[in-house]
Each structure stands twice: as structure tokens, then as C-alpha cells.
């Protein structure tokens, strides 16, 4: 429904630089994740967008329109935040009703409206409790419906899973997927839990440091990061430092690492010292005559679905691996390791 | 009583020497308001307890006396205009303090509760200056002025400490619903803080009621507040009508915090 825009935003507090130039874009009825550590900045953009908080510099459109000098209450975006800030003492209903109360409508229109979405978030026959007297589930639930009953233009979640217990962030994060893709609203979403930001986003911003380290789909940003920060957030991840790197066509290399040459492809335009990402889900263990690479396993674990492994190849670097449950491995072993080449990823050396 | 012990409804029951004590505390505390009542209702000549026979007799002698009727007029009403302003001010105070952030916070916390830390005839003998210099002293708005300041700080503590309790999330989160910041105050901070914001005044009032340092200096002409006609009756009169005076006051005190039960619960007022 609205197409947002973030360029080159910024906002410095006294001392400390929260963003250094953040630059994204939702397209009408995307779900983008802010992913990143705490301090990365990722809430500060939120609470820019919100209104909350005033940036020091950049630009914030709505479907090419700037808003950041209108204020927070007329911006029409719904904001559902990590503790989800209901009014205490407010039933359910009046708090789903609040923001319809504020534009004046009609009680039985607000009573319907608040009915549907009630119904909406599976909440019905709820209405008259507190908001103390119910689950937390339910509570963000409620703070959902509050947002979404005024039909925003944008949806912004900071963290609204955070204070779930495992199974209850599963069924609500598919409960807000699926009423964010009914109603196209674009959506922006905080966390700093990589296998939600996967499983919901159509695209993902990774943020370092007040800034976008990679911004892109769930799939690119796992497969084909563009710098160690971003592969380690969003996965386990082995890195092997490559002794030479010979470029060959766009974002072809052939390398040497750890003994071995290997044609593959990886990050555009690398021309410093670079290092090779093995997800362990491209290795698998084979002989030590048919592997990629030779090594000794160091470390196994049986962990039921799967056998994990470390082995240490020759010049001294360690892979993580997953291998099938039953294969025999001891540690002291020499096995040999083959590679799934799609999914072997070329990426230049980042001072962190 | 029983409602004091209800105040927490959390904790464990004590062992016995603690409770032993509270029971001291809480005998030390009474005794002096059960004579003084007791008293009241004596039959005979002079304030003792136990009392010499019932009666309302000190009751109709105090309603008798104009200078103390009148002087319980007049702390009434300053008494409710303190309590309507202090909790106005204290109210606005409180939410600037919530905005001030860092090292400054506490220099204003600090400020705001200054008429508690100076000593009151300080206070007291720098406000008459004061109000000599704007041509205000001896009237009844000078008093008023003076009471307001002494009675300032109850109400902003108790109001800011109910202001702490409310998240800045909430705010936010009713300007992101669209409603502007007086809506925000009045849909959502009000009703919160309204348990402090009654305390505050009901403090301020009961404050105000007992001044009298600052109500001795600052008097307006031919004017008393209960507190002074009472001492100036006492300098000369030894008599239950005394009595029966403190009495009244003490009930007026019973009423607020009954009044504040009524009508937003204790557990929620502390």
C-alpha cells in the first residue's frame, strides 16, 4: 500500500553516532527486518520512522512524499513495540478502540470495527478483560489488533517477539506474517533473532554499527553475504582465508585455500585478501582420497537428527560440519570432505 | 488498621518479635490521637483522659466560639485552594521532571523538595520580606502563597513517584494511535497517575491544615487559621473545646484517606 523510503539517514546522541547513513527501501506490501545486534541502531531506525525520535539528517518517503516533518500522531503508522505498551487500564476492547475513539467515529462503527478485529487476531470473547488479566501471547495480540484496526499505511514491530516463550513466538510470528500479507501492508520489523528475520522477510537489512552492512533477500543474505559480519549473524559459518585470489569475470574467482585450488564465485570486484564461507550444510564427509579437502576430525557430537563435527584440516583451520547421524566418525580420523561448489561463497577480508 | 496490613498483600508473615514491635509503633503512634479523642467527649472542666463522663458539651462550646469557627473556615479554604494548585503545579513539575534526563534530574528533584530541607521559619521570615517588597503581606493571598509553597512538596513526591510508574512506551504508543499530547494526558497519563495525583493533594491539604510557623508570620490582618486561634485560645483557656478542635481535624484527616480509598483504592495510592 505505500512504498517507504530511507535515505542516508542519521541521529547522533551526544556522543555516540546510533545511525551513520541508513539507506532502505520497502516496496508497497513488503516485510522488512532490521537484524542485528543490540546497539546496531536497527531500533533507532524504527523510532525514526515512528516518529519518536528526530534524525540529525537524511530522508524518510512515503510513496515519495517526505514525512519527517509531520509528527508522530499523524503519520498514521502502527507501531507494536516489544512490551507491548497496552493501556493498563483499558480492557482489551477499549484499547483495541482507542485510536478509532481518537478520530471520533461513531460507537456502533467502533464496536464493529473492534469486533472484526478482535476476530482477526483469534481474540473474541476477550474484550472485557484487562490487559493484566490475560497471557502474554494474548497482551501482544492485543497490541497487534490496536495497530492493525486502524488500517496504517505501515506496520512497524520492534522486537514483538521478545518477551514470548518458544512456542508462542512460533504461532505469533505466523500470525503477524499472514495478517501482514493479507492486508499488503508494508512492515517493517526489528530483531535480533536471524531465523525469524529468514522465515518472515521479503528482504533483510543487516545493520553494523549505525549502518546497513548488507541489505537484500533472506536467501542472498545467507547465501552470498557480502562480508564475515553478515554470514556469521545469520548462520553457523566456517571461514577459510584463501592464499591467492585470481579473478576471472564478474564475481568469478579461482582460489587457493588450505592446499587446494578451487574455481567459484563470490563477491564482485574482490581485489584485496579474501576468505572462503562453507555453510556446513554444503560439506559432507567422504573418503579421504575423494574430498575437496583432507583433515582430521578433531571433535563429534551425536546430537539425534544429526552428527556434528569439527575436523581440522592440514593448515590448521576448522570446519563445522553436519554429517548423517549414522556415519561412523571418531575423533583422530582422516576423512575427506567435498564441497557443494553452489554453495561455496568468496568474500573479502573485513577489518570487523 | 486492618487496612494497613493488607498493603502488602506479597509478604510473608513476620515472626513474632517484629510483630511485637509493630504493635509498639503503632501503640506510640496512637495513644496520643485516642487521649486527645477520648478527651473530647469529657464531661467535665478540663482536658484529662480517661474522660470525666460523656458528652457533646466541648462540641457545641467550639461551634460557639466565633474566633475558632472562623479560623476553621479560613484553614478550609486555604486548605482547598493549596490542595487545588499544588496539584495543578505539582502535576506539570512532575512531567518536566520526567523529560530531564542525566545528572540535571536530581538537581531538580532536589529543588522541587526544597521547602521540605530549609527550616520553615526561614522559609516563613523570607517569604513576609518577600511579600512586603510586592505590597502582599498580611493579606489572605500572601498566606495562601505561603501554604502553596510549604505544601508543594507532599504532592509533587507523591505525584512524581506515581509519573515514574507509567511507561514512556505508553505515550508513544497513543501519539502512534494518533492522538495529540493533550489526549495522550487525558486518556492515558491522568487515569494512571490518578492515584498519586489524589494522595498529592489529600497531603497538600492535610499539610496545609497544620501549618503553623509559616500561618503565624504570614496571617493576614484581623485573620487566623485553626491551628493559631487554637493556641491563642489554649494561651488562656485550658479547656476540652481544645480537644474537641483537634478532634475535628482528625476526623477531617480520617475523611481524606477514606475519600482517597473511595475513590482510587490505597494498595494503588502508595
Redesign the interface.
Known amino acids: 500500500m505505500a512504498t517507504v523510503e530511507v535515505r542516508d539517514l542519521r541521529k547522533r546522541y551526544q556522543d555516540f553516532l546510533a545511525l551513520d547513513g541508513v539507506s532502505l527501501k520497502a516496496e508497497s506490501g513488503q516485510l522488512v527486518t532490521l537484524l542485528g545486534p543490540s546497539g546496531c541502531g536497527k531500533s533507532t531506525t524504527l523510532r525514526c520512522l515512528?516518529?519518536?525520535l528526530e534524525a540529525n539528517g537524511g530522508e524518510i518517503t512515503v510513496d515519495g512524499e517526505s514525512i519527517l516533518g509531520t509528527?508522530?500522531?499523524?503519520?498514521?503508522?502502527?507501531?507494536v513495540?516489544q512490551?507491548y505498551?497496552?493501556?493498563?487500564?483499558m480492557t482489551v476492547a477499549e484499547n483495541i478502540g482507542?485510536?478509532l475513539k481518537?478520530?471520533k467515529l461513531p460507537k456502533p462503527e467502533i464496536t464493529t470495527r473492534v469486533h472484526d478485529a478482535m476476530k482477526l487476531v483469534r481474540l473474541d470473547g476477550l474484550g472485557d478483560r484487562l490487559p493484566r488479566a490475560i497471557s502474554g501471547g494474548q497482551q501482544q495480540r492485543v497490541a497487534l489488533a490496536?495497530?492493525l484496526v486502524?488500517k496504517p499505511k505501515l506496520l512497524?514491530l520492534d522486537e514483538p517477539l521478545a518477551n514470548l516463550d518458544a512456542r508462542l513466538r512460533d504461532e505469533v510470528r505466523w500470525l503477524i506474517r499472514d495478517l501482514q500479507q493479507q492486508s499488503g501492508i508494508t512492515a517493517f520489523y526489528v530483531t535480533h533473532d536471524q531465523s525469524e528475520a529468514m522465515a518472515m522477510s521479503d528482504m533483510v537489512a543487516v545493520m553494523k554499527a549505525g549502518r546497513v552492512a548488507q541489505f537484500a533477500t533472506p536467501r542472498e543474505i545467507y547465501q552470498k553475504p557480502v562480508e564475515r559480519y553478515v554470514a556469521d549473524f545469520t548462520g553457523e559459518a566456517n571461514f577459510i582465508p584463501c592464499q591467492s585470489v585470481t579473478p576471472h569475470g564478474e564475481g568469478r574467482y579461482t582460489i587457493s585455500a588450505a592446499g587446494v585450488t578451487l574455481e567459484l564465485a563470490g563477491v564482485p570486484g574482490i581485489t584485496g585478501p579474501a576468505e572462503l564461507l562453507l555453510r556446513p550444510e554444503a560439506l559432507s564427509l567422504t573418503t579421504p582420497e575423494a574430498g575437496t579437502f583432507r583433515g582430521t576430525v578433531t571433535k563429534s557430537a551425536f546430537l539425534g537428527a544429526a552428527l556434528h563435527c569439527e575436523i581440522t584440516l592440514n593448515d590448521g583451520s576448522v570446519l563445522k560440519l553436519a554429517a548423517e547421524p549414522n556415519h561412523h566418525v571418531v575423533a583422530g580420523k582422516e576423512v575427506g570432505i567435498a564441497i557443494d561448489h553452489t554453495h561455496a561463497w568468496l568474500m573479502p577480508e573485513v577489518t570487523p | 488498621m486492618s487496612e494497613m496490613s493488607n498493603t502488602f498483600p506479597h509478604q510473608k508473615p513476620v515472626n513474632i518479635g517484629f510483630g511485637i514491635l509493630i504493635v509498639l509503633l503503632y501503640v506510640f503512634l496512637m495513644a496520643p490521637l485516642v487521649m486527645i479523642i477520648g478527651a473530647s467527649f469529657t464531661n467535665g472542666l478540663m482536658i484529662e483522659f480517661p474522660p470525666q463522663g460523656i458528652s457533646l458539651r466541648w462540641y457545641f462550646e467550639f461551634f460557639d466560639r466565633q474566633d475558632l469557627v472562623d479560623g476553621l473556615l479560613m484553614s478550609l479554604r486555604i486548605g482547598a485552594v493549596t490542595a487545588v494548585v499544588t496539584m495543578t503545579v505539582a502535576m506539570m513539575a512532575a512531567m518536566a521532571g520526567q523529560v530531564i534526563s542525566g545528572r540535571l534530574s536530581g538537581w531538580y528533584q532536589l529543588g522541587m523538595t526544597l521547602p521540605l530541607l530549609v527550616p520553615e521559619l526561614l522559609t516563613a521570615v523570607g517569604l513576609l520580606f518577600f511579600l512586603y517588597k510586592i505590597q502582599m503581606a498580611k493579606t489572605v493571598m500572601g498566606l495562601q502563597m505561603g501554604h502553596i509553597l510549604m505544601s508543594f512538596p507532599y504532592a509533587y513526591v507523591s505525584i512524581a513517584a506515581a509519573m515514574r510508574q507509567v511507561?514512556d512506551?505508553?505515550e508513544?504508543?497513543?501519539?502512534?494511535?494518533?492522538?495529540?499530547g493533550w489526549?495522550t494526558f487525558r486518556?492515558?497519563i491522568l487515569?494512571?497517575v490518578m492515584p498519586g495525583l489524589a494522595m498529592g493533594g489529600i497531603f497538600a491539604f492535610i499539610n496545609s491544615f497544620d501549618l503553623y510557623t509559616i500561618s503565624l508570620l504570614l496571617k493576614p490582618l484581623g485573620g487566623n487559621t485553626l491551628p493559631l486561634a487554637l493556641f491563642d485560645f489554649l494561651t488562656y483557656e485550658f479547656k476540652p473545646t481544645a480537644a474537641a478542635a483537634a478532634t475535628l481535624s482528625i476526623l477531617l484527616s480520617i475523611l481524606g484517606v477514606a475519600l482517597v480509598q473511595k475513590l482510587v483504592g490505597l494498595q494503588r495510592a502508595f
Do not use: K, M, W
Request: without cysteine.
Open positions: 515512528a516518529g519518536f509528527p508522530a500522531n499523524r503519520r498514521g503508522f502502527g507501531v513495540f512490551n505498551a497496552l493501556f493498563p487500564h482507542y485510536g481518537i478520530q490496536r495497530a486502524l512497524l | 511507561p512506551a505508553l508513544e504508543a497513543s501519539q502512534s494511535l494518533g492522538a495529540t489526549q486518556l492515558v487515569p494512571l
